[in-house]
Each structure stands twice: as structure tokens, then as C-alpha cells.
């Protein structure tokens, strides 16, 4: 992510290797997002993409699949000669990944790819991979010298989440790869960060002089994370039921957006001053205690129901997903931040699939105004001012407030002020992927999350993953598909005379 465009320049000649060339990630991200960099033109000038593949397959059908796929994801309308250009570009090379033997034949394919292509020797390895193939592979592309680098030529690997599955696996996972590979190497993806609105969070705070002097305890009442999907859990069964919704979003997406709302200001604008403070913040987190952390949570899982027209069936009668299941598919937590800024300002984050509305936005709720001019009238009970960044669907910014409705008597309404993206700029739909691919063929990795922040972050919902494992189906609340999600989530709030925002697009 560069902060000048002028500077906007191809990256150097590389070759990106894909592991899980086949896969859904593949073909329904990575494809259309170098596709639509190809129609940008910041593809490198000598560029060549190798698909590793478990099962022989021919580079044509290789090809084949990838277009359909592009065919069937791209986020804007194919132009074949692009297509053609960038698929041109793509060798499949069969094996097992993790066989040494197999390895050592890749190398030297990619070696002669590479030599062909004049692409240098720089590689970006891809692990579009099922998470436990993420060290095995790792290994062996170290033991067979893929990710030595020389000085002259880099080499980089990219990870995909999930990143571990609690504190203690993604420790060891990052312990396993930094014996393998240097930190600056390592690119750990999580797309939030390739949202042009979680982005802008950073841009809002420290580009505009207005927001910064009152971002703190002494005029936020509190924040609100929300990302609601309307989506259930489809063909993810297996995955999902050994992962829930707390693993599937709040260490890595949620706390993406956390730490940009609630980190201190940079000094620079790196990746090392940047990526600092976000683990600073996330490592502020309180650990709550067992006890504490049931009941500062809420957990829920969806029964059948209807969402736009559409059954959606009882979560535990979904393929792959156990009968008696407890696995969670909502969560709702409060947890509190350690430090000055924030001592005694209360984060409240959900999540949540299969509901009735889909949005991912952050409602930040300023103080209620000191003193109430306004006694004895309704303005009395005026509402809190709310900045809402919209991330989706609305993509945009709104800030609303009180006005006084036209007329003789003093009556109040709740206005917004809002900014649409889609008013000022004419973006082209992406990815979300765009970004990050090209910012690992660059080598700026301030978008992607050092070894310390994914730590971090397991560290702050350990408490919550303990807790609820000994409670097996005590405290798992059940709710309707197509609803707002369990009835106790709001109990969390108003307990703390607090409710969450509800639903208003800034559209
Ligand atoms: C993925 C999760 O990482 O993020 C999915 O595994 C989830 O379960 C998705 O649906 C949400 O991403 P987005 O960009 O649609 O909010």
C-alpha cells in the first residue's frame, strides 16, 4: 500500500508458485484478483504463475479450470485478450508437496520456468493450502533450497488463515516457520485488511486533524464491531463445525478492525511502526479469567428458518455437521482495552451467520453531552452521537446527531451526515485480493499480521475458547435463521445500560 500514487509501479519480474492450484481459493479469489491487476497493468513485465496440483493435471486443463473460474468470479466483465494473456502465464506442475521427491522435481521445473520466463529467481510461494499442510510444506520447500535468499533475489511465502487453531498452535506454528524462514518472508493474509474501507480507518483517524483529539475514554462511550452475514454455513460443514464463528472471524477479521479503531497513532507510516502499534493493542486486551469471560460472551447457533426468500436449513442437520453439534455460529463478546486511551470504554464485538441482514461496520458512541440544557423536555433523552464506518455492504461513513425539527417547540430528531463511497469515486468492484498480491510482489508487508499480533489476538479469546469447551451445551443459545441472532447478545448491552445500534445503512 503506498501512500504515493505517482509511485504505483510494476513490481519486478517473479514467479508466483500456488499450492492448491485446484482449490476453491484459487479459482474464486486468487485468479480474478490477478486478472483484474493483469487489466491494471501492475503485473510484472516477466511474470509466470505455477500451479501445484496433487493430481496430473495438464497445464491446458489447468487453464481450462482457471478461466471458467474467472469466468464464473470476476468482478467485472472479462476481456478475453487479458484473460488469455494472464493464463498464458500459468504451468501446472503435479506432485505431493510435502515429498521430497516430488519437491526436488518441481524445483527443478521451476527452475527451468523460471530461466525461460527471465523472472530472476524472485518467488512468492502461495499456501492456498488446508491449514495443516501450511509447515509441512514450508519445510520442504526450505530443505530443498526454494526459499534460500541470496541478496540479489527474494523469497516470500504466503500464509492463509486459519492461522492455528488457539494460543498454543498458532505459537507453535509461528515458531515452526521463523526456524524456517525469516519474519520479513512470511506474509500472513487476512483479506479484511484488503478492504479499501478498513483501510480508510487509518486514513480517517490520522489524515484528518478533527477525529483524533476526541478518539479516547474522555468522549467515547464505548464501540461496536459488528460483521452479520446472512450466509449460513453452506458446503463448510466439516470446517466450520470444528472451527465456530469465534476462530472463523474474531482473532483474525474482528480484531483487524479493533486494532485499526483503537491503535495509537504511528510514527511512520511502515509497516514496522504500523504493525507495532496494532500488537500493542491487540497484547492491551484484558485476558478475562474463565469465569469472566462467560460472562462477558454470548455464544449461538442457528436453527432453520428463511432468509430472502430462501430455506435455510437447522444448522445440525448441515453436511458434515455433528448431530448434537455445539459448535457456535454467533458470537457476541464485550472485552476491554488496558491502557490509558482506553481504560473503561467497552468493546463490543458480534459475528454471525445466518442472519437477516447482512453488514460489517464499526458504530463508534460518543458520551452524552455534560450538562442537559434541555430539562424537562423529550430533548432531555437525547440520543449519543454514533460515527458509524460502514464496511459492508455499505461502504461508506456516517455521522449522526441530534437537530431540532422545524417548528415553534423545542422537538428533537436523530439526522446523519453521510459520505458514500460510491459518490466520490468510481472504483471498480475488486477482490479485496488485489491489494495484498501486489503488495507481496513489492514487499510491503504493512497489510499483512506479524508473528506477534496473531499471538496477540489468540491470547485475548483463549479465555472464551476454555470456558466454552468446559461448558459443552450449557449457555449455547439457539436462533431462529433469518433473525437478529440470539435474544441474549442484546442482554449483554442493556446490562450495561447499553444497546446495540440497530440497523441503518448509510446508503
Ligand atoms: C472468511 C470466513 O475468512 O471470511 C468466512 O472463513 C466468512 O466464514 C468470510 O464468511 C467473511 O468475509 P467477508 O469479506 O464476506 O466479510
Known amino acids: 500500500m503506498t501512500t504515493d500514487p505517482s509511485n504505483q509501479r510494476k513490481p519486478e519480474p517473479c514467479?508466483?508458485?500456488?499450492?492448491?492450484?485446484?482449490?476453491?481459493?484459487?479459482?474464486?479469489?486468487?485468479?480474478?484478483?490477478?486478472?483484474?491487476?493483469?487489466?491494471?497493468?501492475?503485473?510484472?513485465?516477466?511474470?509466470?504463475?505455477?500451479?501445484?496440483?496433487?493430481?496430473?493435471?495438464?497445464?491446458?486443463?489447468?487453464?481450462?479450470?482457471?478461466?471458467?473460474?474467472?469466468?464464473?468470479?470476476?468482478?467485472?466483465?472479462?476481456?478475453?485478450?487479458?484473460?488469455?494473456?494472464?493464463?498464458?502465464c500459468v504451468t501446472c506442475i503435479a506432485g505431493d508437496p510435502t515429498d521430497p521427491g516430488s519437491i526436488?522435481?518441481?524445483?527443478?521445473?521451476?527452475?527451468?520456468?523460471?530461466?525461460?520466463?527471465?523472472?530472476?529467481?524472485?518467488?512468492?510461494?502461495?499456501l492456498a493450502t488446508p491449514p495443516d499442510a501450511f509447515a509441512p510444506v514450508a519445510r520442504e520447500l526450505r530443505r530443498a533450497g526454494l526459499l534460500r535468499e541470496d541478496g540479489q533475489t527474494w523469497r516470500r511465502l504466503v500464509v492463509e488463515k486459519p492461522f492455528g487453531t488457539d494460543l498454543e498452535s498458532a505459537k507453535a506454528l509461528n515458531r515452526e516457520l521463523l526456524t524456517i524462514m525469516d519474519e520479513h518472508q512470511i506474509y500472513r493474509i487476512d483479506h479484511y485488511l484488503g478492504k479499501e474501507t478498513v483501510q480508510n480507518i487509518l486514513v480517517l483517524r490520522f489524515a484528518n486533524?478533527?477525529?483524533?483529539?476526541?478518539?479516547?475514554?474522555?468522549?467515547i462511550d464505548h464501540i461496536q464491531i459488528t460483521v452479520d452475514e446472512k450466509l449460513g454455513v453452506g458446503h463448510r460443514g466439516s470446517f466450520y463445525d470444528a472451527t465456530g464463528a469465534l476462530r472463523d472471524m474474531v482473532p483474525n477479521h474482528l480484531f483487524q478492525l479493533l486494532s485499526l479503531v483503537a491503535m495509537e497513532p504511528?510514527?511512520?507510516?511502515?509497516?514496522?511502526?504500523?504493525?507495532?502499534?496494532?500488537?500493542?493493542?491487540?497484547?492491551?486486551?484484558?485476558?478475562?479469567?474463565?469465569?469472566?469471560?462467560?460472562?462477558?460472551?454470548?455464544?449461538?447457533?442457528?436453527?432453520?428458518?428463511?432468509?430472502?426468500?430462501?430455506?435455510?436449513?437447522?444448522?445440525r442437520s448441515t453436511k458434515d455437521v455433528k448431530s448434537d453439534s455445539t459448535t457456535e455460529t454467533y458470537v457476541a463478546l464485550k472485552l476491554v482495552i488496558d491502557n490509558w486511551r482506553w481504560a473503561g470504554v467497552p468493546f463490543y464485538l458480534r459475528t454471525g451467520k445466518a442472519l437477516g441482514t447482512k453488514r460489517t461496520e464499526v458504530a463508534i458512541k460518543f458520551k452524552q453531552a455534560p450538562?442537559?440544557?434541555?430539562?424537562?423536555?423529550?430533548?432531555?433523552?437525547?440520543?449519543?452521537?454514533?460515527?458509524?464506518?460502514?464496511?459492508?455492504?455499505?461502504?461508506?461513513?456516517?455521522?449522526?446527531?441530534?437537530?431540532?425539527?422545524?417548528?415553534?417547540?423545542?422537538?428533537?430528531?436523530?439526522?446523519?451526515?453521510?459520505?458514500?463511497?460510491?459518490?466520490?469515486?468510481?472504483?471498480?468492484?475488486?477482490?479485496?485480493?488485489?491489494?495484498?498480491?501486489?503488495?507481496?510482489?513489492?514487499?510491503?508487508?504493512?497489510?499483512?499480521?506479524?508473528?506477534?499480533?496473531?499471538?496477540?489476538?489468540?491470547?485475548?479469546?483463549?479465555?472464551?475458547?476454555?470456558?466454552?469447551?468446559?461448558?459443552?451445551?450449557?449457555?449455547?443459545?439457539?436462533?431462529?435463521?433469518?433473525?437478529?441472532?440470539?435474544?441474549?447478545?442484546?442482554?449483554?448491552?442493556?446490562?450495561?445500560?447499553?444497546?446495540?445500534?440497530?440497523?441503518?445503512?448509510?446508503?
Open 209 to 219: 486533524g478533527m477525529f483524533e483529539p476526541i478518539w479516547n475514554r474522555n468522549h
Open 104 to 126: 526436488d522435481r518441481m524445483r527443478a521445473q521451476i527452475e527451468q520456468l523460471e530461466a525461460t520466463r527471465q523472472t530472476g529467481g524472485n518467488r512468492l510461494f502461495y
Open 15 to 88: 514467479s508466483m508458485i500456488i499450492f492448491g492450484a485446484t482449490g476453491d481459493l484459487t479459482h474464486r479469489l486468487v485468479t480474478p484478483a490477478l486478472y483484474n491487476l493483469a487489466a491494471a497493468d501492475l503485473l510484472p513485465d516477466k511474470f509466470c504463475v505455477v500451479g501445484i496440483a496433487r493430481k496430473p493435471m495438464s497445464s491446458g486443463a489447468l487453464r481450462d479450470s482457471l478461466m471458467k473460474g474467472l469466468r464464473e468470479f470476476a468482478t467485472r466483465p472479462v476481456d478475453d485478450a487479458v484473460a488469455e494473456r494472464l493464463l498464458e
Open 371 to 507: 450538562f442537559a440544557m434541555f430539562r424537562n423536555t423529550p430533548v432531555e433523552q437525547l440520543s449519543q452521537n454514533y460515527l458509524v464506518l460502514g464496511i459492508e455492504p455499505s461502504e461508506g461513513i456516517a455521522l449522526q446527531f441530534n437537530t431540532k425539527v422545524p417548528g415553534p417547540t423545542i422537538s428533537i430528531d436523530g439526522v446523519e451526515m453521510k459520505f458514500r463511497y460510491k459518490d466520490y469515486f468510481k472504483a471498480e468492484p475488486s477482490t479485496g485480493y488485489e491489494t495484498l498480491i501486489y503488495d507481496c510482489m513489492i514487499g510491503d508487508n504493512i497489510l499483512f499480521q506479524r508473528a506477534d499480533s496473531v499471538e496477540a489476538g489468540w491470547q485475548a479469546v483463549q479465555p472464551f475458547l476454555d470456558a466454552w469447551k468446559k461448558a459443552g451445551a450449557d449457555g449455547l443459545e439457539r436462533y431462529e435463521a433469518g433473525s437478529e441472532g440470539p435474544a441474549n447478545a442484546e442482554a449483554l448491552l442493556t446490562r450495561d445500560g447499553r444497546n446495540w445500534r440497530k440497523f441503518g445503512r448509510i446508503a
Open 266 to 315: 504511528p510514527a511512520r507510516f511502515d509497516a514496522h511502526a504500523v504493525r507495532s502499534e496494532k500488537a500493542e493493542v491487540l497484547a492491551a486486551i484484558h485476558t478475562w479469567s474463565e469465569r469472566d469471560a462467560l460472562q462477558n460472551s454470548v455464544r449461538g447457533q442457528y436453527w432453520g428458518g428463511r432468509i430472502g426468500g430462501a430455506d435455510i436449513t437447522d444448522y
